[in-house]
């Protein structure tokens, strides 16, 4: 029979998903990714038989609920459900999807807005950090429509400011997981770093590559892909991520020098398919690597000036800024804090359907 499940389809950043209330969807884990798979279309390379947008970007969700943590408004978990195969990972967070978790909880009541601007902060329940989000409230209703602008999204709308607290090592223990700011494996030199996202730095010139190649021609090699996947398999337990075969992480970032006065230019494989722009949190790991010498991209890098670095990671279709702020010890690398300005909106509002198996 179907099933009926209020969402809400929203853009967050450059990806687009679906939101839930926690208590809309089913408790037991197993029995809500099976959920989600119905809602989304999946498996299926079109999604043609659920709300999926047949790739990796759009077929995200995001389940949101009152927090009972101290200092939190909300608990947010991201859900990424693949598209060809019968799978929802939950092993990583992803921060374009969290910039609709705020406008989410304020449309939904889970937070009263303020008249002007209203601070959301949310627990990542996949990294067990925070985030604050900063959402412009005129009149207390959120307000979508704006002037800023960010690469990949067309048009112009509300800035959301969005500060990472305490994300270095969510996911890998560490910010750099084997405690080296390069290593060498399968032959390569490569950085693992994990400032909210688990990222391993490549530089292109190792691959025989300029850095600056189209998606289509990536996706199109054949042997690069088989390299970057055996080493993602390879750099699982060092990077203590255990066995990701079937993981979305980490992320396989190809980095090279910038094009447009930014610090790096990359292309970031998601793993598998090659991302049209950078992850949030994979561009907070680049831009933090990138700053410390000895790191993979270093010595080809742009690096700003002074303790607060905005720091301009290149990507296929633009760039994303990200404000990191050092330590005032010289010699912490963990930065202090990573901010990123992203804008999201709301799509739809409804009621979704799917066929309970």
């Known amino acids: 029979m179907q099933v009926a499940v209020p969402c809400m389809l929203m853009r967050g950043g450059t990806s687009k998903g679906t939101y839930f209330l926690a208590s809309d969807l089913p408790a037991d884990p197993a029995k809500r990714d099976k959920a989600l798979l119905g809602i989304m279309g999946s498996p299926d390379k079109r999604q043609i038989d659920g709300v999926g947008g047949a790739h990796p970007l759009t077929s995200k969700v995001a389940i949101v609920k009152k927090s009972e943590r101290a200092g939190v408004d909300v608990d947010y978990l991201f859900v990424q459900v693949m598209v060809e195969e019968a799978k929802a990972s939950t092993s990583q967070n992803c921060g374009n999807i969290l910039a609709g978790v705020g406008p989410f909880a304020l449309e939904k009541g889970l937070v009263q807005a303020e008249d002007g601007e209203t601070v959301v902060t949310v627990y990542m329940e996949n990294t067990d950090s925070v985030a604050k989000q900063r959402i412009q409230t005129p009149g207390r209703k959120v307000q979508y429509e704006g002037d800023a602008r ?155 000036t002074g303790q607060r670095r905005v720091c301009e990671v290149e990507h296929p279709t633009g760039s994303m800024g990200v404000e990191v702020v050092l330590d005032d010890d010289p010699q912490v690398r963990v930065p202090k804090s990573t901010s990123i300005m992203r804008t999201a909106r709301l799509l739809f509002a409804g009621t979704v359907y799917y066929i309970e198996r």
């Open 150 to 304: 960010i690469d990949g999204v067309p048009g112009s709308h509300a800035p959301i400011m969005i500060e990472f607290l305490d994300v270095a090592g969510s996911s890998c223990g560490a910010l750099f997981p084997t405690g080296n700011f390069v290593d060498n494996v399968n032959g390569l030199n490569v950085t693992m770093v994990d400032n909210g996202m688990p990222v391993v730095m490549i530089d292109a010139r190792e691959l025989g590559l300029v850095g600056d190649e189209t998606i289509e021609a990536l996706e199109a090699n054949a042997p690069l892909k088989n390299i970057l996947e055996d080493l993602r398999l390879q750099v699982g337990p060092l990077m203590n991520l255990g066995d990701v075969k079937d993981k979305t992480v980490p992320k396989m970032t190809i980095v090279s020098a910038p094009k447009a006065g930014g610090i790096l230019n990359t292309r970031s494989f998601i793993p598998h398919r090659v991302h049209d722009a950078v992850g949030v949190l994979a561009a907070a790991s680049v831009a933090t690597a990138a700053n410390i010498p000895g790191a993979v991209g270093h010595d080809i890098a742009n690096i700003p």
